[in-house]
C-alpha cells in the first residue's frame, strides 16, 4: 500500500491527540455508526459455531497503533464472553511496508507452538527497544525467536514450509475480501468493522467491539 505510512502517521497524530484529552467516546451510548463503526457490505460469513461471535482483529506488529492499543485488547480477552472466538490476521499486503515479513512471522510462531510466548515481546522490542529491524529482516526474527526457544532450523522449516505458505494466502484472501485499508481493524461477527481511524483513542476502540459484541448477543437471542 503505497500511501500506508503516511495513514499510519495521520492515525498515530489522532491517538495521540485523543488520549491527551477528553475520551471521544466515553461509553457505549456514543458510539455512533458511520463514525465510530460502519457495516461490513455486504456481510460476510463466519468460521464459528452457531451460538458463537467472531472477532477478527487485522494487525500488524510494527504499527504503532496496534502496539497501542494491545494493552487493552489484551484486558477485555481475559474476560470476554465465552462465545466469542478471537481471531487474529496479521495484515499481509505484499510490499506493504514489509508487512508480509511480519505477517510471515505471525504464522511461523504459529506452527513452532510459541505465538503467544512471543506476541508481546515482539510488539515490545519493535516499540520500545527501537528493533526495527524485525519488521524487514528474516534474520532478525530468527534470532528473536531462538530467544524463545526455536533454533535456526526449527525457524527455517517452519518459515518455508506449505502451512504457512498457506495460511498468508488465506490471510490476504481475508483481508481482500473485506476491504480493509488500514490496521488496527476488527471485525465483529463478519458483519461491523471498527478501529484505527474511526474517531476514537485507544481504550475506545476495544469498547467499540465490546458493544458491538453485545449487539451481536442480543441478535442472537431474538
Not at 36 to 57: C, D, F, H, M, W
Not at 104 to 121: H, V, W
Amino acid at each position: 500500500m503505497k500511501n500506508f505510512k503516511a495513514f499510519t502517521l495521520g492515525l498515530l497524530a489522532l491517538g495521540i491527540l485523543s488520549i491527551a484529552g477528553a475520551p471521544l467516546a466515553a461509553n457505549a451510548a456514543t458510539f455512533l455508526e458511520g463514525t465510530n463503526y460502519v457495516p461490513v457490505t455486504p456481510a460476510q460469513p463466519t468460521s464459528v459455531g452457531p451460538g458463537q461471535i467472531e472477532v477478527i482483529e487485522f494487525f500488524w506488529y510494527g504499527c504503532p497503533h496496534c502496539f497501542g492499543v494491545e494493552p487493552y485488547l489484551e484486558a477485555w480477552l481475559k474476560n470476554k464472553p465465552a462465545n466469542v472466538v478471537f481471531k487474529r490476521i496479521p495484515a499481509a499486503w505484499p510490499g506493504g511496508e514489509h508487512m508480509d515479513i511480519d505477517a510471515k512471522a505471525f504464522y511461523t510462531a504459529q506452527a513452532l507452538g510459541i505465538a503467544e510466548k512471543i506476541n508481546e515481546p515482539l510488539f515490545n522490542a519493535i516499540h520500545l527497544q527501537n528493533q526495527l529491524n524485525l519488521t524487514n529482516s528474516q534474520n532478525a526474527l530468527q534470532r528473536f525467536f531462538a530467544k524463545y526457544g526455536a533454533n535456526k532450523q526449527q525457524f527455517d522449516a517452519a518459515w518455508n514450509s506449505f502451512g504457512v505458505q498457506l495460511k498468508m494466502n488465506q490471510a490476504l484472501q481475508t483481508l481482500q475480501r473485506y476491504g480493509v485499508q488500514g490496521v488496527p481493524t476488527f471485525i465483529i461477527n463478519g458483519q461491523w468493522m471498527t478501529g484505527a481511524g474511526y474517531q476514537m483513542p485507544y481504550p475506545d476502540i476495544v469498547k467499540c467491539v465490546e458493544f458491538l459484541v453485545q449487539q451481536q448477543e442480543a441478535a442472537l437471542k431474538k
